[in-house]
């Protein structure tokens, strides 16, 4: 005879109540879920097993740099997004371990004030190349899933805790793109806003962008980090930062951005 815990009873009650994709999907986490909390139970000494898996999630604080000299793609700061996902470790020693996650990263950046626009979108009758500007909020939104593998080095600063250091290669895949303008106001010739060429122009606006962006992105991170045992497993504190290699924009002519970010995250992984 078969007997299941309660917890996988409730998994069968949702595959049998529906078929949607999205009840699928959130019940084969919950699986995956069960499982490995059933196989970090039954686990008798967690210190040491070489593999843990955990679940994070944060703020994270992108900006984009550089330009390519382009008006378009200058001057952006920093905006807030969330970052959330799964993190593995490989531990090969006392010391060093291997780390891959997958995470969901929101990114981009936002200008405000007064700032280029292509001045085809005011008056399509002017030269390719020409700019106008206006003062109004803008703001970049880039999503991404992103993949990063990194060498760790962990240092012991008791029997429960630990500090360490992580960096190495990342890949991001743009799930989506999108440009947020908001705000009105006069149009100008110049950068330095005296020479009006139009009335006040609204800037309401909400435009996908994906089709201008590199669909994939290559970079560098690292940071460091501190772990404490609690329960089975481990809560983590994790700073790092990250930069993109690879240009965000697919085209030359919208400038010539990189993307970094600082990502602050707390999370709990649990022996396998």
Not at 18 to 28: D, L
Request: proline share 3%; with cysteine; net charge neutral.
């Amino acid at each position: 005879m078969f007997l299941y815990k309660t917890e996988e009873l409730i998994i069968i009650y949702f595959l049998l109540k529906s078929n949607s994709m999205r009840k699928i999907i959130v019940t084969s986490f919950l699986l995956v879920c069960s499982m490995v909390l059933t196989m970090a139970q039954s686990s008798s000494d967690k210190s040491a097993s070489k593999f843990t898996l955990g679940a994070f999630g944060g703020l994270n604080i992108p900006q984009l740099t550089g330009g390519g000299g382009n008006p378009l793609s200058e001057n952006w700061s920093s905006r807030e997004g969330a970052a959330f996902g799964l993190t593995f470790n490989w531990n090969t020693g006392s010391h060093f371990a291997w780390r891959a996650d997958i995470l969901y990263s929101s990114e981009g950046g936002q200008r405000n004030g007064l700032q280029a626009l292509d001045a085809s979108s005011i008056n399509p009758q002017v030269p390719a190349g020409t700019y106008f500007y206006a003062n109004y909020k803008n703001e970049s939104i880039l999503n991404y899933l992103e993949v990063p593998v990194m060498a760790k080095y962990s240092f012991s600063l008791s029997k429960s805790s630990k500090l360490y250091v992580d960096l190495g290669p990342y890949v991001g895949f743009l799930l989506n793109a999108k440009q947020k303008t908001n705000g009105s106001s006069i149009v100008y010739a110049d950068a330095a806003g005296t020479q009006a060429v139009s009335s006040e122009v609204s800037f309401d606006a909400s435009t996908k962008i994906k089709d201008q962006i590199n669909d994939v992105n290559f970079g560098l991170t690292g940071g460091l980090g501190f772990s404490q045992s609690v329960g089975f497993g481990e809560v983590i504190l994790d700073l790092r930062g990250a930069y993109g290699l690879t240009s965000v924009q697919s085209d030359s002519k919208n400038g010539d951005n990189h993307i970094g970010n600082l990502l602050i995250s707390l999370g709990y992984s649990i022996p396998l």
